[in-house]
């Protein structure tokens, strides 16, 4: 039986619960990796992150589709406001200018998969996901 004492501190007992990557740390990093797909147009992620970013990725144009302030608001909720392109543009701004209204007659599928093979350092699975054109 594990000794009594503090959780998460050195000494006595030591460290029983280590912090986990935790579900908030993941929806952060999912807001960056779309707002930098939005910027840049395509991206290079692991597999465990395609889903997740495709499907962000989806709703947001669907969001961009739309244009009235309030699917601006709540596209606001995902996108970084800080990353902007090297026009200086906002990526929330492209969205609702430019990627919205290139999509408006398509029913969805917006992004694209290629699996471009293992990576040399740890084997992980990468992807390059990108907007359909």
């Given at each position: 039986m594990?000794?009594?004492?503090?959780?998460n501190v050195h000494g006595k007992s030591g460290v029983r619960f280590k912090a986990a990557y935790t579900s908030q740390k993941f929806h952060s990093m999912i807001r960056n990796v779309v707002s930098e797909l939005i910027v840049n147009g395509?991206?290079?992620?692991?597999?465990?992150?395609?889903?997740?970013?495709?499907?962000e990725a989806e709703?947001?144009?669907?969001?961009?589709?739309?244009?009235?302030?309030?699917?601006?608001?709540?596209?606001?909720?995902?996108?970084?406001?800080?990353?902007k392109d090297a026009q200086?543009?906002?990526?929330?701004?492209?969205?609702?200018?430019?990627?919205?209204?290139?999509?408006?007659?398509?029913?969805?599928?917006?992004?694209?998969?290629?699996k471009l093979g293992a990576r040399k350092g740890d084997n992980s699975e990468i992807n390059l996901v990108k907007w359909v054109d």
């Open positions: 594990a000794a009594q004492g503090r959780k395509q991206i290079k992620v692991t597999e465990g992150v395609t889903a997740p970013l495709v499907s709703k947001l144009v669907t969001f961009a589709k739309k244009g009235d302030l309030a699917a601006r608001r709540e596209a606001g909720k995902i996108v970084r406001p800080g990353i200086g543009v906002p990526a929330l701004e492209k969205l609702f200018k430019e990627i919205g209204p290139k999509y408006k007659d398509r029913k969805g599928g917006y992004t694209q998969v290629y």
